[in-house]
């Protein structure tokens, strides 16, 4: 789990743009009129730049080194990580 407010918020980020993505495309298969057919396909390409943005952060953070120091391990496996990362460098 993770514990920074920043991380945290990402992944509520990326986990909205895929129910914007789904609701999209559930609502584009049942659309009756021309206007909801541009919602929907608005609120799809919509999803798919906020999941890229998130995304794309995530890995930022991931990269700085910033996303693992956020997440909320047990100790014993926390302690295991660092022996490990501490052997190979990684």
Not at 61 to 88: C, Q, V
Request: glycine share 8%; net charge neutral.
């Amino acid at each position: 789990m993770l514990k920074k407010k920043c991380d945290i918020n990402i992944v509520r980020t990326i986990e909205l743009a895929h129910k914007m993505i789904a609701l999209a495309q559930t609502g584009y298969e049942h659309h009756e009129d021309p206007g909801c057919g541009v919602l929907y396909g608005i609120l799809l390409d919509t999803g798919y730049k906020i999941l890229d943005l998130a995304e794309k952060e995530k890995q930022a953070h991931i990269l700085k080194g910033w996303w693992l120091k956020s997440i909320d391990m047990n100790p014993l496996i926390k302690e295991d990580f660092d022996a490990r990362t501490k052997k190979t460098g990684d």
